[in-house]
């Protein structure tokens, strides 16, 4: 039986990422988790995210892993880099720097 691969769809986040915005990102990506997608997260225009905003990131990485769904942060900014640095998730997340 041939397998099909999974669907791939991309997420830019907002420049602003912070708390106001967390719920509504969490939302999204449980949809996109509960439709079997992989998600690609476009982290380029990030100009500040705090640590809620990660949270929901963890969280998607780890529901993915166990789904066997891949998910990625593409282009991440260098705020981006300086948060995930900062709080030690860099290597969760699969950020290279």
């Known amino acids: ?6 669907e791939s769809i991309t ?3 907002e420049k602003i990422a912070d708390i106001s915005k967390a719920e509504v990102l969490h939302e999204k990506l449980e949809s ?3 439709d079997g997608v992989n998600i690609a997260i476009d ?9 809620s905003v990660i949270q929901v990131l ?9 789904q066997h ?7 991440p900014s260098e705020p981006f880099l300086k948060a995930a640095s900062m709080l030690g998730v ?8």
């Open 58 to 66: 963890l969280s998607l990485f780890s529901s993915m892993e166990k």
């Open 32 to 34: 996109y988790l509960n």
């Open 1 to 6: 039986m041939k397998q099909l691969m999974a």
């Open 43 to 51: 982290a380029s225009q990030v100009e500040r995210i705090d640590t």
């Open 90 to 97: 860099s290597d969760f997340l699969r950020i290279k720097h």
């Open 69 to 75: 769904l891949q998910a990625a942060i593409h282009a």
């Open 11 to 13: 997420y830019q986040l």
